[in-house]
């Protein structure tokens, strides 16, 4: 059966437990407890290093660069939706800038491109992805400013509506980059550009544009010519090697044939790796010459040539090891790989050979040209494996295509990975099924998926990091997104493991299709761990970009008829007014301008998180809510939504007068509202 073939259940889903189809009327502390804020943010930042791919604002893994990697820095890929944008700008981290000054390559189209930002404050850049087209964007705005200290470059998010940009939102950085390859506007985009250049001239700040050949008409556009490969590469060569004459200290004019022909038509951030490659071979004692000739080969052959007869059963191991648990302790992927070889011998015609030699030293597994181990990040920590990003996303494909006796196997090893008790190690396995699904989408959804979506949180993660992973291939989407919302409408485990994997990059990239199904899995549900569940997801999919198409679906659901909805839209605000400002990702709520939206749901939260009862003292109850409140009273773009809030207090709920009175006390001897504030407020609580 394929997937296209599933059945899909029509009309009100199956009931859930029965243990679970209490109907709390209050929110209770373990609706927000079950995982911190930080916890779900760390482990969302591991799924996303561990990603063989990702789509990025702007390229911060060397990728189609010619400036430095950033290590984990990920800035996840943020699509447009209608309304003002959460979060508008993203600063440069301030080492990126100075690298960005010291080791650019210059081009002719840096030049023109700082020449007309003399004449105009918004300039469009002309050009493709992976050909430096950024780094040579944010060169010619720093030449153009004159200066490198701090973080005086940012990225604008605002591809969609230009007229939201006003000019104080521009007073973070002193030029800008705003990627509008995809801009709906670009079709006719002089009204688009006028109004960014009006908001560009009265903040006095410069903006450069990237565009495809669509903005050709354009007045004010620079064509961008990619820097030489070699000049990149011998720029990078120099940095590696703390020299400035790396090509003649290492001899490389004998070569030189050989690099011109593997750098020909290369990207910039190719180069640059080539250029780390040679570093870290030539500081090893390694041959120019044999590691020039490695290069030369397609990835798909070299990786054949490491998994073929010439390499060692254990090696062969290694490497697929390593490329399903890359950045992860060496001991751990060491441990995993003999554990596959054991699998491996135990096939009938294998049993009689001899394990891996017990002094087969670690030097000799690291037959694959990219992949190395690196030094413990802190003391005790052990080397952790790294394997170059493109290699991770073929190594699997390559050994289930060109070894079919082998794949049975791989599902076993890959089951038992899955199955430890160290996430890491379980989400980095799910990552590499979801990989695999490219190579048979139903063997995978029969093995892996459907098992694991009927085991509970630990199979939904599971669920979640495989299909985030094979979501990245753009042919699986539409598989993907299918079997989710088939789940979205099946049993009470189906639905959960579907509004859980929604709450991922999946639901972020795809939030028109996230947000229904969540509404699907809640409506008809009583079950308040269900309701956490959605709640929680909805947190995970709360970025920039779609921050008010949530805020909007969250009022919707606090007006609904379906007790559900209701319970969770009360549930999810509360969750996402308790995350800090500055939370990595997340914008918070005090930034949201719908303050209509954000006082109904103020509103709607106060209802469900009020107590029914005072303490056994006679104390009066104080909703979980409340304290939150002081961050947005300080604020006076907030006023409006807090005035709300306290008009409905007064009205009704009037039993919480009271405790309103005390915190607004607090507030004033706190310096955060006024004298005059307090008593406006106070007066709309009579």
Request: net charge negative; glycine share 6%; charged share 25%.
């Amino acid at each position: 059966m394929s997937d296209e073939d599933l059945p899909e259940h029509r009309g009100s889903p199956p009931q859930e437990p029965f243990e679970d189809t209490a109907a709390p009327d209050r929110l209770a502390a373990e609706d927000f407890e079950e995982h911190t804020p930080a916890e779900i943010e760390r482990q969302s930042l591991f799924r996303l290093e561990g990603l063989a791919s990702l789509e990025t604002s702007y390229d911060v893994s060397g990728q189609g660069s010619n400036i430095a990697t950033y290590g984990n820095q990920y800035n996840v890929q943020q699509f447009s939706i209608t309304g003002r944008t959460a979060r508008l700008v993203t600063t440069l981290p301030p080492e990126q800038v100075r690298d960005i000054a010291a080791r650019t390559v210059p081009t002719q189209s840096q030049r023109r491109l700082a020449e007309r930002l003399h004449d105009t404050s918004v300039v469009l850049l002309r050009g493709r992805p992976e050909s430096g087209w950024r780094t040579t964007a944010y060169a010619a705005l720093l030449e153009r400013i004159g200066k490198c200290t701090g973080t005086p470059l940012a990225i604008l998010h605002t591809d969609t509506n230009p007229a939201e940009l006003r000019a104080q939102d521009l007073d973070r950085a002193d030029g800008f980059l705003l990627d509008a390859r995809n801009a709906p506007w670009l079709a006719e985009p002089d009204e688009a550009i006028t109004q960014l250049r009006m908001a560009a001239h009265a903040a006095g700040r410069l903006i450069v544009v990237l565009v495809t050949e669509v903005g050709a008409g354009c007045e004010h556009s620079v064509v961008h010519v990619p820097p030489a490969p070699m000049d990149v590469f011998q720029n990078w060569l120099d940095h590696w090697l703390h020299t400035t004459e790396a090509w003649k200290e290492h001899g490389l004019d004998e070569y030189e044939a050989q690099l011109m022909e593997i750098l020909d038509r290369c990207s910039p951030g190719r180069a640059r790796e080539l250029a780390l490659d040679l570093a870290t071979g030539i500081q090893a004692g390694k041959s120019v010459g044999q590691m020039l000739e490695t290069q030369r080969q397609p990835l798909r052959e070299k990786l054949q040539h490491a998994l073929g007869d010439t390499a060692s059963p254990f090696s062969r191991c290694f490497l697929v090891s390593s490329g399903v648990l890359h950045r992860l302790r060496e001991s751990t992927v060491s441990g995993a790989a003999l554990q596959l070889e054991a699998l491996v011998r135990e096939k009938e015609n294998e049993r009689n050979r001899p394990g891996p030699p017990v002094w087969e030293s670690l030097r000799e597994l690291l037959v694959y040209n990219g992949l190395q181990t690196e030094p413990p990040s802190a003391a005790g920590d052990g080397h952790s494996v790294w394997l170059r990003p493109e290699a991770r996303a073929q190594v699997l494909h390559v050994v289930w295509e060109e070894v079919p006796a082998l794949r049975s196997i791989l599902i076993d090893w890959l089951r038992e990975l899955t199955g430890r008790k160290e996430w890491e190690v379980a989400i980095r396995a799910a990552q590499a099924v979801g990989q695999l699904a490219a190579c048979d989408f139903n063997a995978i959804r029969r093995e892996f998926l459907e098992p694991w979506s009927e085991s509970g949180y630990s199979g939904n993660r599971l669920v979640m990091a495989a299909l985030e992973a094979a979501s990245l291939d753009a042919d699986l989407r539409r598989r993907v997104h299918h079997l989710l919302e088939v789940w979205s409408n099946g049993n009470y485990k189906r639905r959960t493991t579907a509004a859980m994997t929604y709450g991922s990059q999946i639901g972020v990239r795809a939030i028109d299709k996230a947000l229904p199904a969540f509404n699907r899995v809640v409506a008809h549900s009583r079950s308040k761990h269900l309701h956490a569940l959605v709640a929680r997801a909805v947190t995970e999919t709360h970025v920039a970009t779609t921050a008010d198409r949530i805020t909007r679906e969250l009022r919707r659901w606090a007006t609904s008829d379906s007790y559900g909805l209701r319970r969770t839209a009360a549930v999810a605000f509360t969750s996402l007014a308790h995350l800090p400002n500055g939370f990595p990702g997340r914008p918070a709520l005090v930034e949201s301008t719908l303050h209509s939206e954000m006082a109904a749901l103020w509103c709607h939260a106060l209802d469900w998180s009020k107590p029914a009862l005072p303490d056994p003292e006679g104390r009066l109850p104080t909703p979980p809510v409340l304290p939150l409140l002081a961050g947005w009273a300080g604020r006076t773009s907030c006023q409006p939504v807090v005035e709300e809030i306290f008009r409905a207090v007064g009205t009704r709920h009037r039993q919480l007068r009271l405790p309103f009175h005390v915190h607004l006390r607090a507030w004033q001897a706190r310096g955060i509202i006024t004298t005059a504030q307090r008593a406006v407020l106070g007066d709309l609580l009579k």
